[in-house]
T-cell receptor, first 117, second 114 residues
Framework: GAGVSQSPRYKVAKRGQDVALRCDPI?????LFWYQQALGQGPEFLTY????????KSGLPSDRFFAERPEGSVSTLKIQRTQQEDSAVYLC???????????????FGEGSRLTVL | GNSVTQMEGPVTLSEEAFLTINCTYT??????LFWYVQYPGEGLQLLLK?????DKGSNKGFEATYRKETTSFHLEKGSVQVSDSAVYFC?????????????FGGGTRVLVKP
C-alpha cells in the first residue's frame, strides 16, 4: 500500500490477555518506530528498529511489552498479560532514512486502539 | 531530558481568524523541530519542520520559526479555514546514535467554525 498500515484498528482485551498489534510500513523504509498515545496526550516513544535490528527499546514500559521486526519489514508489538493502564492508541511510524537525527519525515499509521477491560 | 510544552486546547476560532499555537522546548544541543497535524480519523502527518536556528518552516499557509534564544517554535496561520480543524503536535528530534525518534508535546485541538 501507499501508507503505513496497522491492524487491528480496534482491539478490546480482558485484563490478563495477550495482544499482538501489526504494522506494515511503507515499502523500503529503513526505520520503524512504535509510539504509545494515551487519551488526550501526545505520542510517547516505545521502540525503534533499523531494518531488523531493534536499536532502541528504552521506551517500553515493562517487560510485558515486546516488539519484533524479523525480516526488516512488518513489525509486531506484543503485550503480555495486559493491564488497564495499557489502554491507549499504539502508533507505528516509518522513515526512509536511518542513523542519527536527520530531520527526516516520519510517516504514521492510523494506530491501533487498545482497550483493556 | 528532552521535553516539549505546547498550549492546551481546545482552541476555537471563526473562519479567517488568526491562529497561534505556542510551543517551547527543552533540549541540549540543537534539535530539529516539527509540527505534526492529525485530522479527524487520520494518522499524524508532517505539517512543517525546521532543522536549525532561525529557519522558518512553512506549508499550507502555516509558518513556524525556530527561535533558539527563546527555545520556541510557535505555529501561526493568518487566516484559518474549517478544514484546519485538527489536533496539532509540536515535536523535537534530538540527534542520537540510534534513530531519529521524536519527543512530542501534548497536542492542541483546534476547532474552526464557519
Amino acid at each position: 500500500g501507499a501508507g503505513v498500515s496497522q491492524s487491528p484498528r480496534y482491539k478490546v482485551a480482558k485484563r490478563g490477555q495477550d495482544v499482538a498489534l501489526r504494522c506494515d510500513p511503507i515499502s523500503g523504509h529503513v526505520s520503524l518506530f512504535w509510539y504509545q498515545q494515551a487519551l488526550g496526550q501526545g505520542p510517547e516513544f516505545l521502540t525503534y528498529f533499523q531494518n531488523e535490528a531493534q536499536l532502541d527499546k528504552s521506551g517500553l514500559p515493562s517487560d510485558r511489552f515486546f516488539a519484533e521486526r524479523p525480516e526488516g519489514s512488518v513489525s509486531t508489538l506484543k503485550i503480555q498479560r495486559t493491564q488497564q493502564e495499557d489502554s491507549a492508541v499504539y502508533l507505528c511510524a516509518s522513515s526512509l532514512e536511518a542513523g542519527q537525527g536527520s530531520g527526516g519525515e516520519l510517516f504514521f499509521g492510523e494506530g491501533s486502539r487498545l482497550t483493556v477491560l | 531530558g528532552n521535553s516539549v510544552t505546547q498550549m492546551e486546547g481546545p482552541v476555537t476560532l471563526s473562519e479567517e481568524a488568526f491562529l497561534t499555537i505556542n510551543c517551547t522546548y527543552t533540549a541540549t544541543g540543537y534539535p530539529s523541530l516539527f509540527w505534526y497535524v492529525q485530522y479527524p480519523g487520520e494518522g499524524l502527518q508532517l505539517l512543517l519542520k525546521a532543522t536549525k536556528a532561525d529557519d522558518k518552516g512553512s506549508n499550507k499557509g502555516f509558518e513556524a520559526t525556530y527561535r533558539k534564544e527563546t527555545t520556541s517554535f510557535h505555529l501561526e496561520k493568518g487566516s484559518v479555514q474549517v478544514s484546519d480543524s485538527a489536533v496539532y503536535f509540536c515535536a523535537l528530534e534530538k540527534v542520537k546514535a540510534a534513530g531519529n525518534k521524536l519527543t512530542f508535546g501534548g497536542g492542541t485541538r483546534v476547532l474552526v467554525k464557519p
